[in-house]
Nanobody, 115 residues
């Protein structure tokens, strides 16, 4: 059974940084695309950033220049470095892995941005 386990969430003040991690229990992790989504209360889940198996990245316009997605295939892990966090970016952040008919989600990690 494939599991995606997110970690690294927490409470930070506006302008601070967090690094999220998502560890995947799946063989051949490197062939899958991965991404981070977030969902705030009362809002739809939205794409934050993605990185393909080939390393191509894509970001939501609102996070370009502040967030960075990366992956370590040797560790079956995808990361999201978030700098300059804003209060409105507080949400549950979810990890997604997809490709070759697969589509897996983690249970999420809560990020709260508040002074």
């Amino acid at each position: 059974q494939v599991q995606l386990v997110e970690s690294g969430g927490g409470l930070v003040q506006p302008g601070e940084s967090l690094r999220l991690s998502c560890a995947a229990s799946i063989s051949m992790f490197s062939i899958y695309n991965t991404g981070w989504y977030r969902q705030a209360p009362g809002k739809q889940r939205e794409l934050v950033a993605s990185i393909t198996s080939g390393g191509r990245t894509n970001y939501a316009d609102s996070v370009k220049g502040r967030f960075s997605i990366s992956r370590d295939n040797a560790k079956n892990t995808v990361y999201l470095q978030m700098n300059g966090l804003k209060p409105e970016e507080g949400a549950v952040y979810y990890c997604n892995l997809w490709g070759f008919g697969a589509d897996f989600w983690g249970k999420g990690t809560l990020v709260t941005v508040s002074s």
